[in-house]
C-alpha cells in the first residue's frame, strides 16, 4: 500500500513539473530582443522633424537627453513586446501620453510611449512578439510638427541603454 502511495505522489510530482515546464515554454524568449515595430524593409527609420531627432541621448530642452528612441510609424502600427515581461505599466502619462512599461528577466525594462491603444493591462504575463499596443500621437507627440512614432526605451537597473544595440 505503501508502495503504490509513493508511486502516485511521484506520478502527480511529474505531471505538475511537465506543466510548469511547458508554462515556461510558453514564455520561453526567441531572440535577446525583438524591434517593437514590424518594418517592411527590415531597417529600423528613426523620427527626425522640426522638433528634433529621435536618436539616443539626442539634446531636449533644459540640457536633458533623450533616453531612448523614436520609431518612425503610421498611427495604428501594431507595437509588440521585445521580450517576455511582466507588465508593471499600462497607463497614461504626460509626457509619454499612452504608456505600455514591462519588466523582463535580468533587470531590464522597456518602456513604449504615445500609443493611441494599450492592449494589455498592469500585472499581465506578455510573451516575446506578443501585440502591447499601436502607435499614436498621445503625450507630447501631440505637436502638429511632429511624425508619428514609439517612443521606445530600454533600461537596466534603472540606467537608460542605447536601444539599438539590442534590437533584432
Do not use: W
Not at 60 to 89: F, P, S
Not at 143 to 155: D, Q, S
Amino acid at each position: 500500500m505503501r508502495r503504490r502511495l509513493i508511486g502516485f505522489l511521484l506520478f502527480i510530482c511529474l505531471i505538475l513539473f511537465l506543466l510548469y515546464s511547458g508554462y515556461q515554454l510558453y514564455y520561453l524568449d526567441k531572440a535577446f530582443f525583438f524591434c517593437p515595430i514590424e518594418y517592411k524593409q527590415d531597417t529600423i527609420i528613426i523620427r527626425h522633424d522640426s522638433y528634433g531627432s529621435g536618436d539616443f541621448l539626442a539634446e531636449r530642452n533644459g540640457a536633458r537627453k533623450h533616453n531612448g528612441i523614436d520609431l518612425q510609424a503610421d498611427i495604428g502600427t501594431a507595437v509588440y513586446a521585445v521580450r517576455g515581461a511582466k507588465v508593471i505599466g499600462a497607463r497614461f502619462h504626460k509626457g509619454l501620453g499612452n504608456y505600455v512599461e514591462l519588466l523582463h528577466p535580468q533587470g531590464y525594462v522597456s518602456i513604449y510611449g504615445h500609443l493611441s491603444k494599450v492592449e494589455v493591462k498592469e500585472n499581465q504575463l506578455v510573451r516575446q512578439g506578443q501585440k502591447i499596443g499601436e502607435v499614436g500621437k498621445t503625450g507630447n507627440a501631440g505637436y502638429r510638427g511632429i511624425i508619428p512614432h514609439l517612443h521606445f526605451e530600454l533600461r537596466r537597473n534603472a540606467l537608460p541603454l542605447d536601444p539599438m544595440k539590442f534590437l533584432k
